[in-house]
């Protein structure tokens, strides 16, 4: 069955240090993968995608993510992490349709 | 700026009253979402539509819900009757079937007293 796995519920950093947002699937063939951001009572907001190429993808807010094909992973990544960044996130393979991830909730402490 | 426009923004009932949620996609797209999130499940697809053809609609109750597109510039999600546990905030999504992103709207939140 097809799947996506976001292992933390939440992550924690101090602002200026780097971040990581982890992501895994299990599927078929090779989905489009996503990456949105949902701040306290808004709708999504696409960050990025991959696509096919590059293994790492630069998206919206300085955010990029790495694709790691035989893991499976899509994880998200920052190098300087800022307050503003706290927010929900989202990982989402595209089988047809979007499946979303439980979300990890990024808190960037001053 | 195009944006996906949701109606109401926010629904108070009760238990056993119908519920409709509208949503306008932005113009030109030919895929739309109805999602649904809740703290306990997360975000749920709950129905598709592709040129208004509905494609998925496997993870909606079929008893109480239905997703229809009436136009291109319309698409509504009925619950009825309602009950408690629908609370949740309710997004609608469009997009092209080409790109595979979503441009979400602000949401419905819906509370069945």
């Known amino acids: 069955a097809q799947s996506v796995a976001q292992p933390e519920d939440q992550v924690n950093v101090a602002e200026g240090n780097p971040l990581t947002v982890k992501c895994t699937y299990s599927?078929?063939?090779?989905?489009?993968l996503f990456w949105y951001v949902q701040y306290p009572n808004r709708g999504l907001q696409f960050l990025l995608k991959?696509?096919?190429?590059?293994?790492l993808v630069k998206g919206s807010y300085g955010f990029e993510a790495e694709f790691n094909k035989s893991q499976t992973s899509f994880h998200l990544k920052k190098p300087s992490a800022l307050v503003s960044d706290s927010a929900l996130y989202f990982c989402?393979?595209?089988?047809?349709?979007?499946?979303f991830g439980q979300g990890t909730e990024l808190s960037v402490k001053p | 700026d195009a944006r996906v426009t949701q109606t109401p923004r926010h629904k108070v009932t009760e238990m056993g009253q119908e519920v409709t949620m509208r949503c306008q996609p932005i113009l030109g797209h030919n895929t739309v979402f109805w999602y649904r999130q809740t703290m306990m499940q997360g975000l749920e697809l709950l129905a598709y539509?592709?040129?208004?053809?509905?494609?998925?609609d496997s993870g909606m109750p079929k008893d109480r819900f239905s997703a229809e597109m009436p136009d291109a510039t319309l698409a509504t999600l009925k619950i009825q009757p309602s009950e408690p546990r629908d609370s949740a905030v309710y997004f609608c999504?469009?997009?092209?079937?080409?790109?595979?992103?979503?441009?979400f709207g602000p949401g419905t939140r819906l509370t069945v007293l």
């Open positions: 989402a393979p595209l089988w047809g349709k979007l499946i």
């Open positions: 999504a469009s997009g092209l079937a080409t790109s595979g992103r979503c441009y």
């Open positions: 991959y696509i096919t190429g590059d293994n």
């Open positions: 599927v078929s063939g090779n989905p489009y």
């Open positions: 539509f592709r040129n208004r053809a509905p494609l998925d």
